[in-house]
């Protein structure tokens, strides 16, 4: 039932209460500090649909992601943009919400490329329903994708429809050894050619690929990229930031730069993912140092966990798309109450 | 027009004379884009060459609060470049320069004026192309595409403009530069760019498009199957997906449609079938026979009466082209047709293809139909003579029935055309007045005055209210009781 959150938030509104969307907690060290009266949502859980010939999935918030995963898998499908879950209480809600992708992100989309449709409450109590349940639709704005990152700062998603995709029959990890410079090449070369690539990462000298896909192309794509075996178990590592790199006390920063972006001159140790496109970095430079060189890159730069947030979780923006984020803001939660200063401290 | 003159004299202020069109017969060519059944004289017609005089345009037309409605190569098939009467209509066809090709970063930054078709053949020497690819794409351009969230015939796979554009550049309505997106894979904040793409020209004016370049597949190759019935047509679609096939493209045209085609192109088509189904492989040679040999086993199981593949690119670019000139083709065996554009969940297209069947019958009209098939997207075409003011009556009548049943089986209006006026009423009918108050939220945000072409894609509650009391007088269902999705 959705009514208790409506009227949750249509008595937060009156009173200016800030709340606190919150699924399963496994994200709340992302974003800038959490704050207001938790909003549980995870008793509003369970699949509304899902026909795998149609390849939508139409899901709840409170669902928890493994069992979404799980269900997908028995008819062999997944969701392609490979969410972390950062924990085992991870929700749909908060995947969408979050907006993080995975290692499959620069080979298959990002999450807001797989929302077909979503059901919103939005910071008056209302439900609303936009996108769908079909592949194209362009009636109306595109609302839906514009909640995948919003951080629920525009309304609880209560039901969201993805596409979804059968899992490729075949995949394979293979090692190779490289420099940063030369790996950055290399993978944006792969990118440049019909090769089944469905996930990279560099660190520390050694480059790692997956290929995903029929098993003749996986066989064929091998064979021209050479190099040794590798074990499939580091795209998880790397997805749920379990890899030997992301321990340390060090604040993470992701980085997301174009793919071709020249090696990051910072102090402090660098990974990279999404075919160059994404590099970690952990790092005790200051937010400064680290926020213009991936604007100088062509890129910015997210303080992704870290002990002290003041800097702010997000790179600040430019006037006129800070003005339209307020206005938006104020469009869909007029009273302000909806995970304030999650996204940005001013609203 | 009263108003006229002052508009004329403050954008020649800035702008050669030429690039301010203002006599009828100058402006008459603008006067409808791709769907003519609507039109409408520009009060004034701007065709800028730069990006300052865009600027420069917006800020004249905010100051003056006059309407802007931006068009780019006028093949929009839902009125959305119809000009306002009363304000400015911005050309943008000049903008026609590729800024840069980046092979190895994989992007091409283009103008707005730039045609689909002319990325795809300026990134060809590198061995990349850009995906999404609608029918009208020798001539329809990528700001029109990205204003619509253009689709194509490979959008199963490969995505629509939303999937395929990384940043856009441009300025607000007031003139002020904004930048969404960029050559990263994400930017901080709300992802504006996802709401801009699609948002039919009512956000932002656009001077500057970055987009995606995927490397050109080595090899591919297509299949014809025939089928005695199009319910079973679309039950190998679904079969083909149950296997765990992604097909490059999957689409089906029923008798009719291949009827008109094949007179018009000689595409090859099995001109016997109730329906024929077009499934594309692409990949490395290994892969595309391994999937081509799995579809066909598929497609024989679900009882295709006849399959041919093609055995060169020559051939495979054959059995397309009948596709790709359905339109057309049509158009050479009716004076007018008016081409529908709903998405359903593939499951019901025998239930809609029977509805439509039988529309035909109480309309008196002919309607052979078009259909990505992979992605559920009907392109229903309604034959008729526009000189006839009855029948044009009831194609209207006809495709708003179409339209709403779209709605009614859980699907929508538009997959890829767009609502600009022409879907305008239909709107009402997926969306209820919260929604509809939502949007007219977010345009607001963006567009407070709301100038920027006014009047395309989300209804007024007041005409929502009348087009409801339209069809109860009609003795219709009010919409507010139909299912919904």
Same mark, same amino acid.
């Given at each position: 039932?959705i009514?208790?959150f409506?009227?949750r938030?249509?008595?937060a509104?009156?009173?200016?209460t ?6 399963g ?5 992302y974003g800038?500090e959490p704050r207001?009266e938790?909003?549980d949502?995870?008793g509003y ?6 026909e795998p010939?149609?390849?939508v999935?139409?899901a ?7 069992d979404l ?5 028995k008819?062999?499908q997944f969701l392609?943009f ?5 924990g085992?209480?991870a929700?749909?809600?908060g995947c969408?919400a979050a907006?993080l ?7 298959a989309?990002a999450?807001r490329d797989?929302v077909l449709g979503?059901?919103?409450?939005d910071?008056?109590?209302?439900v609303l329903q936009?996108g769908?349940a079909?592949m ?5 704005y595109?609302v ?6 919003s951080?629920g700062?525009?309304?609880l998603?209560?039901?969201?429809s ?5 899992r ?7 090692r190779?050894?490289a420099?940063?410079g030369d790996?950055?090449a290399t993978?944006n070369r792969?990118?440049g050619q019909?090769?089944p690539?469905s996930a ?10 997956r290929l995903?896909?029929?098993?003749p ?9 050479g190099?040794?075996?590798?074990q499939?178990s580091?795209?998880?590592e790397?997805?749920e930031?379990a890899h030997p790199?992301?321990?340390?006390a060090e604040?993470?920063?992701?980085v997301?730069l174009?793919?071709?972006a020249?090696p990051?001159q ?7 993912e999404w075919?160059?496109a994404?590099?970690w ?5 200051s937010?400064?140092a680290v926020r213009?060189a991936?604007?100088?890159g062509?890129g ?6 870290a ?5 702010g979780?997000f790179?600040?923006?430019d006037?006129?798309n800070?003005?339209l984020h307020?206005?938006l803001k104020?469009?869909?939660d007029?009273?302000?109450i909806l995970n304030?200063?999650?996204l940005?401290?001013?609203? | 027009m009263?108003s ?5 004299n ?5 702008l ?5 069109l203002?006599e009828?017969e100058d402006?008459r060519p603008y006067?409808?884009d ?9 009060m004034?017609?701007?065709l800028?060459?730069t990006?300052?005089?865009v ?8 100051s ?9 190569a006028g093949?929009?098939l839902?009125?959305?470049?119809l000009?306002?009467g009363d304000g ?7 903008f026609m320069r590729?800024?840069?090709v980046d092979?190895a970063?994989r ?10 078709a002319a990325i795809?053949?300026l ?10 690819d609608p029918s ?8 029109g595409n990205v204003?619509?969230n253009s689709?194509g015939?490979h959008?199963?796979?490969y ?9 856009v550049?441009g300025?607000?309505?007031?003139g002020e ?7 990263a894979?994400d930017s901080p ?5 996802a709401l801009?793409?699609g948002s039919e ?5 656009m001077t ?6 995927l490397?050109k597949a080595q090899?591919a190759?297509?299949i014809?199957a025939?089928?005695a019935?199009?319910e079973?047509a679309g039950d190998?679609?679904a079969?083909i ?5 992604i097909p490059?493209?999957l689409e089906m045209?029923d008798?009719p ?6 007179e ?12 024929i ?10 892969e595309?026979e391994d999937e081509?040999?799995?579809m066909k086993?598929?497609l024989?199981?679900a009882g295709a009466?006849?399959?041919?593949v093609s ?8 059995f ?10 049509v =158009?050479?065996i009716?004076?007018?047709?008016y081409?529908m554009?709903g998405?359903?969940?593939r499951?019901r297209?025998g ?10 019958k109480?309309?008196?009209?002919r309607?052979?139909n078009?259909?990505h098939?992979?992605?559920g997207?009907?392109?229903p075409l309604?034959?008729f003579?526009a000189?006839?003011a ?5 194609t209207?009548?006809?495709a708003a029935?179409?339209l ?6 859980? =699907?929508?209006?538009? =997959?890829?055309h767009?609502?600009?006026v022409?879907?305008i009423?239909?709107?009402c009918?997926?969306f ?5 108050e939502?949007f007219?939220a977010v345009k ?6 709301g ?9 007024t ?9 339209m069809h109860v007088?009609g003795g219709?269902?009010?919409h507010?009781d139909?299912?919904?999705?």
């Amino acid at each position: 039932m959705i009514e208790p959150f409506q009227e949750r938030i249509r008595e937060a509104a009156a009173s200016r209460t800030p709340l606190r969307l919150r699924g399963g907690g496994s994200k709340d060290f992302y974003g800038n500090e959490p704050r207001g009266e938790v909003l549980d949502t995870r008793g509003y859980a369970g699949i509304v649909s899902y026909e795998p010939t149609e390849l939508v999935v139409t899901a709840r918030c409170g669902t928890p992601l493994p069992d979404l995963e799980e269900i997908l898998g028995k008819e062999n499908q997944f969701l392609p943009f490979e969410p972390p879950h950062f924990g085992p209480g991870a929700t749909l809600g908060g995947c969408i919400a979050a907006g993080l992708a995975g290692p499959r992100r620069a080979a298959a989309g990002a999450v807001r490329d797989f929302v077909l449709g979503a059901k919103l409450i939005d910071g008056r109590g209302r439900v609303l329903q936009f996108g769908g349940a079909v592949m194209k639709n362009v009636a109306g704005y595109d609302v839906s994708r514009l909640l995948a990152g919003s951080l629920g700062t525009l309304g609880l998603i209560a039901e969201v429809s993805l596409k979804v995709l059968p899992r490729p029959p075949s995949e394979r990890t293979l090692r190779l050894e490289a420099g940063e410079g030369d790996a950055l090449a290399t993978m944006n070369r792969w990118a440049g050619q019909p090769l089944p690539v469905s996930a990279s990462a560099w660190h520390e000298g050694r480059l790692f690929v997956r290929l995903s896909g029929a098993e003749p192309a996986v066989h064929a794509a091998a064979h021209r990229i050479g190099g040794e075996a590798g074990q499939a178990s580091l795209w998880s590592e790397l997805k749920e930031q379990a890899h030997p790199f992301f321990a340390g006390a060090e604040p993470l920063w992701r980085v997301s730069l174009p793919s071709t972006a020249a090696p990051l001159q910072l102090p402090g140790r660098q990974l990279i993912e999404w075919g160059g496109a994404l590099r970690w970095l952990k790092s005790d430079a200051s937010s400064a140092a680290v926020r213009e060189a991936a604007v100088r890159g062509g890129g910015h730069a997210t303080l992704f966990r870290a002990t002290d947030k003041s800097a702010g979780a997000f790179t600040p923006l430019d006037p006129v798309n800070a003005r339209l984020h307020k206005a938006l803001k104020a469009a869909f939660d007029p009273a302000g109450i909806l995970n304030p200063g999650r996204l940005y401290a001013d609203f | 027009m009263g108003s006229r003159l002052p508009v004329v004299n403050a954008l020649r202020g800035f702008l050669p004379a030429r690039a301010v069109l203002h006599e009828e017969e100058d402006t008459r060519p603008y006067e409808c884009d791709g769907l003519t059944a609507y039109r409408q004289l520009p009060m004034v017609v701007a065709l800028p060459e730069t990006e300052e005089q865009v600027q420069q345009i917006l800020k004249t037309c905010f100051s003056l609060k006059i309407p802007v409605v931006p068009r780019g190569a006028g093949t929009g098939l839902s009125g959305g470049a119809l000009p306002p009467g009363d304000g400015v209509l911005l050309s943008m066809a000049k903008f026609m320069r590729a800024v840069r090709v980046d092979p190895a970063a994989r992007v091409a930054v283009v103008q707005p004026g730039v045609r689909n078709a002319a990325i795809s053949e300026l990134a060809a020497p590198h061995g990349l192309y850009y995906a999404p690819d609608p029918s009208s794409q020798i001539a329809c351009t990528i700001g029109g595409n990205v204003a619509e969230n253009s689709g194509g015939v490979h959008c199963l796979k490969y995505g629509l403009t939303l999937h395929n554009v990384l940043g856009v550049r441009g300025f607000t309505v007031e003139g002020e530069p904004i930048a969404l997106g960029g050559e990263a894979l994400d930017s901080p904040g709300y992802d504006l760019l996802a709401l801009a793409i699609g948002s039919e020209g009512m956000l932002m004016v656009m001077t500057e498009v970055t987009v995606k370049l995927l490397p050109k597949a080595q090899s591919a190759r297509v299949i014809m199957a025939s089928f005695a019935d199009v319910e079973k047509a679309g039950d190998a679609v679904a079969k083909i997906i149950a296997a765990g096939i992604i097909p490059a493209g999957l689409e089906m045209m029923d008798k009719p449609a291949t009827r008109a085609v094949e007179e018009f192109v000689g595409a090859g088509y099995d001109l016997e079938a109730a329906a024929i189904l077009l499934c594309e492989s692409d990949g490395s040679a290994e892969e595309v026979e391994d999937e081509i040999a799995r579809m066909k086993a598929v497609l024989e199981g679900a009882g295709a009466t006849r399959m041919t593949v093609s055995r060169d690119e020559a051939e495979r670019l054959r059995f397309w082209s009948g596709r790709k000139a359905a339109f057309p083709a049509v =158009g050479r065996i009716s004076p007018d047709y008016y081409c529908m554009d709903g998405t359903i969940p593939r499951k019901r297209l025998g239930e809609v293809l029977n509805f439509i069947a039988a529309l035909e019958k109480k309309y008196g009209l002919r309607c052979p139909n078009v259909f990505h098939a992979g992605d559920g997207n009907l392109h229903p075409l309604i034959l008729f003579d526009a000189n006839d003011a009855g029948e044009l009556d009831r194609t209207e009548r006809f495709a708003a029935e179409v339209l709403e049943k779209c709605v009614a089986v859980g =699907g929508t209006i538009t =997959g890829e055309h767009g609502v600009g006026v022409e879907k305008i009423n239909q709107m009402c009918v997926q969306f209820r007045p919260d929604e509809l108050e939502l949007f007219r939220a977010v345009k607001h945000a963006f567009d407070p005055a709301g100038l920027l072409n006014p009047g395309k894609a989300v209804p007024t509650l007041a005409r929502c209210a009348e087009y409801g009391r339209m069809h109860v007088h009609g003795g219709k269902l009010p919409h507010a009781d139909l299912p919904r999705f």
